[in-house]
């Protein structure tokens, strides 16, 4: 585990990264000092309405203080900070999560169509890589106290290799990045993207296909 001083660094460079995610925020500019979320509210557009009274529970989450149990075929979970948990930070261009990893887990391909990504590694040992628009595979091993940094919609994803557990603290510069997992956004859509699309895009046969969807029903 780590120690506690340890603990005061990663708080420090994840407030850098939020500084100087901010400063590029891919959100609109905020226009008065506070615009809390009213996640109830039935008007759409791009972000929330702002409730008409706030507290500080509006700005406070607890969720990325320990480690979350893994229980998924994966074995890795993300737990997001966004604004759908901390309704303060609509408009403010930030967001946060913490991603715990089993060993030998996955952080499966996945992409964040709204923000840049950069990781700082806890404790234990990742591999981690992103692919660019011309197939380019960059990728490296990280360790406690590296950062990795992931450009805005790329597919991109972590695997712990190692025998022990692993965990890091990713900061966005979105209020709500999003998150499109590859596999599931294909094979288990609704309604199904056809069997021969995804047999003429994979190079697989139809039973190959129906294989996969049934693998990850559920997981849209």
Not at 151 to 177: C, D, E, M
């Amino acid at each position: 585990m780590v120690a506690p001083g340890k603990h005061f660094v990663v708080v420090v460079m994840v407030l850098v990264i939020a500084t100087i995610s901010n400063s590029v925020s891919a959100d609109p500019d905020m226009l008065q000092d506070v615009c809390v979320a009213d996640l109830n509210n039935a008007v759409k557009m791009n972000g929330f309405a702002c409730k008409a009274s706030f507290s500080a529970s509006d700005f406070f989450f607890a969720g990325l203080a320990k480690p979350q149990p893994v229980n998924n075929t994966l074995g890795s979970i993300v737990t997001f900070a966004d604004v759908m948990q901390i309704p303060g930070l609509n408009t403010l261009g930030v967001a946060m999560a913490r991603l715990d990893f089993a060993p030998g887990s996955l952080n499966q391909p996945h992409t964040h169509p709204r923000a840049t990504e950069m990781l700082f590694v806890l404790y234990g040992e990742l591999v981690a890589g992103f692919i660019t628009t011309d197939n380019v595979l960059v990728s490296r091993t990280i360790k406690q106290g590296d950062i990795f940094t992931f450009p805005r919609g790329l597919v991109h994803f972590q695997i712990n290799n190692g025998k022990g557990p692993a965990a890091a603290i990713a900061g966005f510069n979105s209020q709500y990045p999003g998150r499109q997992n590859i596999a599931t956004a294909l094979f288990a859509a609704t309604p199904q993207v056809s069997d021969s699309v995804l047999s003429k895009a994979f190079q697989i046969s139809y039973q190959e296909v129906d294989a996969i969807k049934s693998k990850l029903a559920g997981e849209s």
